[in-house]
């Protein structure tokens, strides 16, 4: 990490081009789909394990 | 007062993160790796006696592929250095620069958890720790151990590529038995003719990075001996499906000749004297060896699924 003339550490903000904005959004849709995916998953094997019990508890 | 003063001057300012893709973070995930390990997987799957709701197997599957990804990811993390060296492996995310080595570290450990962890709530935990060791093995014990210390770093790192079938059964059953054991050991035994063939003709690119591949250590003629000898021990443990029962006449007989022709393949490359002969014949055991594991897994799904 570089240091500024007054000693400070310098931080490299981002340059936010088009290209890159519109990278992070395709990351960010893959993460929320990735997500998605994940609760159905667990929705989906929770009925499977629990099979013809479903509806079986105490109300 | 701030200590940090923020500026946007200098034109590689995003390579500590932000700039890959989505499927440059795909690409972490080894994806043709993976495609032999759910393979291989899924064939444990199906052996295993009791049988499996198929979401669950499903699920199976996907932990195990996500977690070998992961173990893909942890694995160019730490061998970027190299990987920049040599040229099979120069276009990776990390070293192209499209991922910063941060982002791969998190996205590794971030997948291997939640694959191992899924794996534990949905399936069973004794797969999930089959699934987590081999994890470790493949990252801390051979990429960060043993691949740049031993010539003998992918004879035990081959190990975490021989677990999946292991995985996959114990997913069924929740146990390791005698069977699983033995589709590891096929895969184990046939790790190092597999590599040291592509060692062979590959041996420059290691070398240049100070890998120990076995060619580089201890010269080719004893790289060609290995594979001979690492060959003639692969061929029985490939026939025990058949002698342990779990295997039918057609897997049996199938894979004897395959074997023969594996045998042969490994014999050429041994007498053969090094030079361009010496890479033709390690090239042409290489690409057997993929079809030949290949072939012997789908022999053992097919008498499965046609129960022979």
């Not at chain 2, 060692?199 to 250590?217: C, H, I, N, Q």
Request: aromatic letters at 12%; glycine letters at 8%.
């Amino acid at each position: 990490m570089q240091n500024d003339e007054h000693g400070r550490h310098k931080i490299e903000a981002p340059v936010w081009t088009e290209e890159l904005i519109e990278r992070r959004r395709q990351r960010n849709r893959a993460i929320a789909w990735t997500l998605v995916a994940f609760i159905v998953l667990f929705f989906v094997v929770t009925i499977v394990k629990l099979g013809g019990n479903v509806a079986n508890r105490p109300f | 007062m701030s200590d940090t003063a923020y500026s946007n001057d200098r034109p590689d300012a995003l390579r500590q993160g932000g700039e890959g893709s989505a499927a440059d973070f795909f690409e972490l995930l080894k994806p043709r790796v993976m495609s032999l390990v759910i393979f291989t997987a899924l064939v444990g799957i199906a052996l295993a006696p009791g049988g499996i709701h198929p979401v669950i197997g499903f699920t199976a599957l996907l932990c195990i592929a996500v977690g070998a990804g992961a173990s893909g990811a942890l694995n160019m993390w730490y061998d970027a250095d190299i990987d920049a060296k040599m040229a099979r492996t120069a276009n990776r995310p990390i070293p192209s620069g499209r991922v910063a080595p941060q982002e791969a570290a998190v996205f590794g450990s971030v997948l291997s958890v939640f694959s191992a962890m899924t794996m534990g709530v949905l399936v069973n935990w004794v797969a999930a720790a089959l699934l987590a060791f081999t994890i470790f093995f493949y990252v801390a014990v051979y990429t960060m151990w043993l691949k740049r210390r031993t010539p003998q770093n992918i004879v035990i790192g081959g190990a975490a590529g021989a677990f999946p079938p292991m995985i996959g059964w114990a997913a069924v059953t929740g146990t390791v038995s005698l069977e699983s054991i033995v589709l590891f050991a096929i895969i184990f035994m046939w790790t190092p003719p597999h590599f040291w063939a592509l060692a062979l003709f590959r041996s420059g690119d290691y070398e240049k990075v100070g890998v120990p591949m076995m060619p580089v250590v201890a010269g080719e003629r004893e790289t060609r001996r290995q594979i001979m000898i690492y060959s003639a021990l692969l061929v029985p443990v490939t026939l025990l499906p058949g002698l342990l029962g779990f295997a039918g006449a057609l897997y049996t007989v199938a894979t004897a000749a395959l074997g023969i022709g594996f045998l042969g393949l490994a014999f050429r490359v041994w007498r053969t004297a090094a030079g361009a002969a010496q890479d033709k014949a390690a090239k042409g055991l290489f690409a057997y060896s993929i079809l030949y594991l290949f072939l012997i897994f789908s022999l053992l799904l097919v008498e499965r699924l046609f129960g022979m």
